[in-house]
């Protein structure tokens, strides 16, 4: 199993991978079709995914189960595959990767809150203890636990992993800017709040994914940093801010923008740096030479 964190205690600053579900999409991913069930029923187009990130450059890449918890995939009647398709999406990365690039499993919320009522946390322990144990015999070296806005629930999903597996974990929230220049997630949670909590909690590496471009990045992370001093942090971003072009987002920052743009992450202390929506292979393989120099 590799470690990030033995690979960033030698001073490397690591590149993750770009975009997954808008690469399905150009694949042939339709809505209301099941993302991981493209691990079993389009392996190849998933390997390829991850393969392409690889000969990028990337040093850490994720895997396609996102929605994979047993809540998400209730949705298509799958439940009781939770198992095989987190397993077949670690294997997929796994062997895209090799042996020299690391495979976190990728590990989303699960649509249910807490504070409504409509879940258990034992539920939601459970939920996440059985997605991460399958990441885990799939071949993952850590699980990035991304895109959370309630922290009760990212707690219990860092608490899950650390328990039952012996993974790295890696845990990031969405932010948006408010009205009165702060950044919040959807939930009203800080990156200090976040951050702070996801530590205590166990996770290894903190940071920020999805909902805003390299540049909004900045003032997130320098406020992460300050609350966890000495603990990695990442940074996924997408390509800019979206642009509606005929009724359909579109991300606008080319490879050659959002790599400008990483360097001011990257001076901020930022250790681990990819993309979320919107991002390609080249602008994975843009932000390398940059993370290199």
Request: some cysteine; hydrophobic content about 40%.
């Amino acid at each position: 199993m590799k470690s990030i964190i033995k690979s960033l205690s030698l001073g490397n600053i690591l590149v993750s991978d770009g975009a997954w579900g808008t690469f399905l999409q150009k694949e042939g991913l339709v809505p209301g079709e099941c993302p991981e069930l493209w691990c079993i029923e389009h392996r190849e187009k998933v390997f390829n995914i991850a393969r392409s990130y690889v000969e990028a450059g990337s040093d850490i890449i994720l895997t396609n189960s996102f929605g994979g918890t047993s809540f998400k995939l209730e949705h298509y009647g799958l439940t009781d595959r939770v198992t095989e398709l987190n397993e077949a999406a670690a294997d997929i990365s796994r062997e895209a990767a090799g042996d020299d690039v690391i495979v976190a499993g990728s590990m989303g919320p699960t649509g249910k809150l807490l504070l409504m009522g409509d879940v258990t946390e034992e539920e939601l322990y459970d939920a996440f203890k059985e997605q991460a144990v399958a990441l885990e015999r799939g071949g993952a070296d850590a699980v990035c636990i991304e895109t959370f806005a309630a922290i009760d629930e990212a707690e219990l999903a860092i608490k899950a992993a650390r328990e039952n597996t012996k993974l790295e974990v890696i845990c990031t929230f969405t932010f948006e800017k408010t009205v009165q220049g702060e950044y919040r997630t959807m939930m009203g949670v800080s990156p200090t709040q976040s951050a702070e909590a996801c530590v205590a909690a166990g996770a290894h590496i903190v940071g920020t994914n999805c909902g805003n471009g390299m540049v909004q990045m900045g003032a997130i992370v320098e406020e992460i940093i300050a609350a966890v001093p000495g603990v990695p942090v990442v940074v996924h971003a997408n390509a800019g801010m979206p642009v509606n072009v005929n009724g359909v987002d579109t991300f606008p920052e080319t490879p050659e923008e959002m790599a400008e743009n990483v360097q001011a992450v990257l001076d901020a202390g930022v250790k681990i740096v990819g993309g979320c929506c919107g991002t390609t292979p080249a602008h994975i393989r843009a932000m390398k030479k940059i993370a290199n120099n």
